[in-house]
């Protein structure tokens, strides 16, 4: 009894660790894929094609929408690190992405378009 309740205790042991590992491979890869767009996720901002949204997002701010793809991954890698770190402090991912947006204007280069909480945007 004892053997069977080691070995299962090493087991689940072995894979929590296993399935911490993951995600930090995961979280790290997100980390890479996010840092290699910041060049051309800048130079859309540069253009006033893209701004940053009151809930942490990217949004086009004119009728066209260029690099679709690349925009699409950057918003889909904010979501999933908005919703890890709300599970990490107990906050929902929405709450995650407002205050991360606030950041972002407050930090946001000049030139660059934002997202006031009430949806009125401006350019900084």
């Excluded at 087991?11 to 911490?20: H, K, P």
Aim: charged residues 20%.
């Amino acid at each position: 009894m004892r053997k069977n309740i080691f070995f299962i205790s090493s087991l689940f042991m072995f894979i929590a660790c296993f399935l911490f590992m993951v995600t930090l491979g995961h979280s790290a890869s997100i980390k890479d894929q996010m840092a290699a767009r910041i060049p051309a996720i800048n130079a859309l901002k540069d253009q006033g094609v893209v701004g940053e949204n009151n809930k942490g997002f990217l949004e086009y701010r004119s009728a066209g929408s260029p690099q679709q793809p690349l925009i699409d991954a950057e918003n889909s890698d904010r979501s999933a690190v908005y919703a890890a770190i709300g599970q990490s402090q107990g906050a929902s991912p929405v709450l995650v992405g407002e205050r991360r947006a606030k950041m972002i204007a407050e930090n946001g280069q000049a030139g660059h378009w934002f997202q006031k909480p009430d949806g009125s945007w401006y350019k900084k």
